[in-house]
């Protein structure tokens, strides 16, 4: 279960990068943060930022369009 | 932060369609930990302004753009009337404005930032905004058009911040 829940449903790149950015840099380590996202370019760029910024990436789900990915802050 | 997460930009570019590049690149470099300078130079200082809304983009001299409808019915949207409409056209008073509104109108329909939204958004997570003192001169700007929190400097402090890194871009 997330901590926090980001709903980026409808923006597009780099809007979904940028607000993840702002919710994990409000939550504490260790804590899970669910990013909805519709962009499609945002499955290979979460998981880009992931790598870079060292979060964790636990999950990333698609339904119909609407992708779901759950970190884990650092 | 090491040297080696340094990235910096020149910003040469004023038009509406080019000012969103170097606040794309920027904005998400700063999200993934780099530490990034814009240097704004030229018709790219256009990108400080207060006011963007002199901002435009022209279909002259833009081969490539890509003109189609942002509404109406999807087998219209599909055509590209750029290639169709002859440049003399876009010499007619206004069209640069109906062009920058169309593009305006594509941009919201696909979610994309606003130019405002990015820029604040790149001062927000600390990129650090550069602006060059001659051509500030040499335009005529007053220091007081741009937005807060811009540094006025030349060339040689374009180096000092891009010293170490490794990832420099010119757009």
Known sequence: ?74 | MSDDNKMTIIATKGTFDWAFPPFIIASTGVAMDKEVTIFFTFYGLNLLLKDTSKLKVSPIGNPSMPMKMPFGPKWLQKIDFGPKIPNVLWNIPGAESLVTWMMKKTMAKHGVAKLEELRSMCQEFDVKFIACEMTVELFGFDKEDFIDGVEFAGAAMYFDEASGGDHHLYM
Do not use: H, R, W
């Open chain 1, 1 to 74: 279960m997330a901590d926090e829940t980001l709903d980026a449903s409808g923006l597009n790149c780099p809007l979904p990068i940028l607000k993840t950015k702002k919710a994990l840099s409000k939550m504490d380590a260790g804590k899970v943060l669910d990013v909805i996202s519709t962009d499609a370019g945002s499955v290979k760029d979460i998981e880009a930022f992931c790598n870079q910024t060292g979060n964790k990436l636990v999950s990333t789900t698609e339904d119909g369009g609407k992708y779901v990915f759950t970190i884990e802050k650092v």
